[in-house]
């Protein structure tokens, strides 16, 4: 029985991973979406609508974008300053 209930964690774990890389991939695709159209000067509305998700969704895409970008940006000058000197 104690067998059984360890192979039945192991699969339930499996199955979450699955589904979170699925997720993963989702949003990833998502944003990916976001960053198209807002380049051709969609409004969070309109790229809301298209995609069929909440405005709030987008408004949250962007945010998480916007700090990948500023932490990039960071790295870069730490890197380019710790270089120079």
């Keep these: ?19 979170t890389k699925e ?3 989702q949003l990833e695709w998502r944003r990916s979406k976001v960053v198209e ?5 969609m409004t ?3 790229i809301a609508q298209e995609l069929q998700v909440s405005r709030t969704s987008i408004t949250s895409d962007i ?3 916007r ?11 730490y890197r380019t ?3 120079a000197i």
């Design 44 to 46: 969070d509305g309109e």
């Design 81 to 83: 300053l710790s270089r």
């Design 63 to 65: 945010a998480y974008l």
């Design 67 to 77: 700090n990948r970008v500023k932490e990039s940006i960071k790295e870069y000058v």
């Design 1 to 19: 029985m104690v067998i059984s209930i360890q192979w039945l964690n192991k699969a339930k774990n499996l199955t979450i991973l699955i589904f």
């Design 23 to 25: 997720k993963s991939d």
């Design 37 to 41: 159209m807002r380049a051709r000067g």
